[in-house]
């Protein structure tokens, strides 16, 4: 139980930096700048975390953005590293989250049924 705990602190101070993050010391990338973190879920020995973002711009293609948070991954995490006290940071694998998308399917779904 007290793991449990631990394992969500960590969480959300990861979520909280990672957003103050990608808004502050990337100003000169495409993407990095419109992506919001809504959810960081770590293994249970804290060694890898699964980082779920969305983006504001609808016109960009999904590759492009993840293209992009490839190529500044290592940067990504050497701040995250600076800015929270762990031992050791995880790995970090960022997913697009798709539960905005899901949500708007279901609505149109009902409105048709209306």
Known sequence: MANDIKIERTQSTILRE????????????????????????????MGHAKVFYSFMDITSDKNDVQAEIDENLK????????????RSVPELTFEFD?????????????????
């Open 18 to 45: 990672l957003n103050l993050i990608l808004q502050r010391e990337f100003p000169d990338c495409e993407y990095l700048n419109s992506i919001t973190i809504h959810e960081v879920r770590l293994s249970n020995d």
């Open 75 to 86: 940067e990504i995490r050497m701040i995250l590293a600076s800015k929270v006290e762990m």
């Open 98 to 114: 798709k539960t905005l998308e899901n949500a708007n399917k279901i609505e149109e779904i009902l409105k048709e049924i209306k």
